[in-house]
């Protein structure tokens, strides 16, 4: 593959979904040769405007020199996989970065080696805004070399990528992270709600406690919504879910007891199951209130997210 300079590789893109869209959509402001395909069609064509092809079939990304990937589960980048090397010309990379299993990982990894294809898992932190901002960072494992050469385009859709090592261990240190997003924001809405009943308004509680040490970019970007109770979705209940059960399922194989992820599943089943699929996680705080025996209000409040700087 030829020394990448940022925009000289000929790029590919299956899922413009939420993440894809933003992620594909600095690539192509970027300059880069990017051509995209979506299963919904429709979705993809904003980005004609900022210079990218639209691919009509899944296998004409086949010619490209990197694919990237981002859709949802295991199953579905499988068959997206299947469809993209099922004729005669392969890429020559596969950078899949939608929050999949470990297995999963491995048996693409698998599949790719069979045909020559380096490959690469490269997991995301951020969320579509936080993309927008320039703040997302991916995690990444495979051969170094796979990773010297795809770098310029994960920092282009970033501020950087962690190199973690070879084969599927970026897939764990993203499980860990979302299971960490998970207990964070059921804690979060537990403390707010904690603090609201007893008498202070969400927007000061969390004034303060995002000035703290213990504020982080996320809790600081999930003010507004706590506050406000914007729940327009940003990551949806059951993707959560699908972290959490990831997580469970890699403390199982490893040994390691996850007392508070289990306590936080089963709280984010509860909210599932009561048909609150569709808006953001973060309605967890409604559940909490629920719980708690108080109606929340919107405050009204104009309220930082953080990402401006
Ligand atoms: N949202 C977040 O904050 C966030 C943060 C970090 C990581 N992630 C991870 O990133 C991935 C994407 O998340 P998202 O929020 O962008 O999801 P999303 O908005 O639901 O987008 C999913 C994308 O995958 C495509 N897709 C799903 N199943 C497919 C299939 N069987 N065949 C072809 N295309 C398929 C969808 O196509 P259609 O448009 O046709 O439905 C869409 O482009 C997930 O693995 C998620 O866990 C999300």
Not at 285 to 308: T, W
């Given at each position: 593959?030829?020394?990448?300079?940022?925009?000289?590789?000929?790029?590919?893109?299956?899922?413009?979904?939420?993440?894809?869209?933003?992620?594909?959509?600095?690539?192509?402001?970027?300059?880069?040769?990017?051509?995209?395909?979506?299963?919904?069609?429709?979705?993809?064509?904003?980005?004609?405007?900022?210079?990218?092809?639209?691919?009509?079939?899944?296998?004409?990304?086949?010619?490209?020199?990197?694919?990237?990937?981002?859709?949802?589960?295991?199953?579905?980048?499988?068959?997206?996989?299947?469809?993209?090397?099922?004729?005669?010309?392969?890429?020559?990379?596969?950078?899949?970065?939608?929050?999949?299993?470990?297995?999963?990982?491995?048996?693409?990894?698998?599949?790719?080696?069979?045909?020559?294809?380096?490959?690469?898992?490269?997991?995301?932190?951020?969320?579509?805004?936080?993309?927008?901002?320039?703040?997302?960072?991916?995690?990444?494992s495979g051969p170094?070399?796979?990773?010297?050469?795809?770098?310029?385009?994960?920092?282009?859709?970033?501020?950087?990528?962690?190199?973690?090592g070879e084969g599927?261990l970026?897939?764990?240190?993203?499980?860990?992270?979302?299971?960490?997003?998970?207990?964070?924001?059921?804690?979060?809405?537990?403390?707010?709600?904690?603090?609201?009943?007893?008498?202070?308004?969400?927007?000061?509680?969390?004034?303060?406690?995002?000035?703290?040490?213990?504020?982080?970019?996320?809790?600081?970007?999930?003010?507004?919504?706590?506050?406000?109770?914007?729940?327009?979705?940003?990551?949806?209940?059951?993707?959560?879910?699908?972290?959490?059960?990831?997580?469970?399922?890699?403390?199982?194989?490893?040994?390691?007891?996850?007392?508070?992820?289990?306590?936080?599943?089963?709280?984010?089943?509860?909210?599932?199951?009561?048909?609150?699929?569709?808006?953001?996680?973060?309605?967890?705080?409604?559940?909490?209130?629920?719980?708690?025996?108080?109606?929340?209000?919107?405050?009204?409040?104009?309220?930082?997210?953080?990402?401006?700087?």
């Open positions: 593959m030829p020394t990448p300079t940022k925009k000289n590789l000929k790029l590919g893109w299956i899922g413009i979904g939420r993440m894809g869209y933003e992620m594909a959509a600095r690539l192509a402001k970027g300059g880069c040769d990017l051509t995209v395909w979506n299963r919904t069609a429709e979705k993809a064509q904003p980005l004609l405007a900022h210079g990218a092809r639209v691919a009509k079939q899944l296998k004409e990304l086949a010619s490209k020199d990197i694919v990237f990937c981002m859709v949802s589960t295991w199953d579905d980048v499988k068959q997206v996989m299947e469809r993209l090397l099922s004729g005669a010309e392969k890429p020559r990379m596969v950078v899949e970065c939608s929050s999949i299993s470990l297995e999963g990982s491995a048996e693409l990894r698998s599949i790719l080696k069979e045909q020559k294809i380096q490959y690469l898992a490269a997991p995301v932190s951020g969320n579509a805004k936080v993309i927008k901002a320039g703040k997302l960072t991916f995690v990444v170094k070399a796979a990773y010297d050469a795809a770098k310029p385009y994960l920092d282009m859709m970033g501020s950087g990528s962690s190199y973690v599927e970026a897939r764990i240190a993203k499980i860990c992270h979302n299971v960490h997003l998970g207990v964070v924001i059921q804690s979060l809405c537990e403390i707010t709600v904690l603090a609201q009943k007893a008498g202070m308004p969400r927007h000061a509680f969390l004034d303060f406690l995002n000035k703290s040490v213990m504020g982080s970019m996320f809790t600081r970007y999930k003010a507004p919504a706590l506050v406000n109770l914007d729940f327009h979705v940003t990551f949806t209940p059951k993707l959560l879910r699908k972290d959490l059960d990831l997580g469970l399922d890699a403390g199982r194989e490893f040994d390691v007891p996850m007392p508070v992820t289990s306590l936080t599943r089963d709280l984010l089943q509860q909210m599932i199951g009561q048909g609150m699929t569709e808006q953001d996680f973060s309605t967890l705080l409604l559940m909490q209130a629920k719980a708690s025996g108080i109606e929340l209000k919107p405050e009204n409040k104009e309220v930082g997210d953080g990402l401006a700087s």
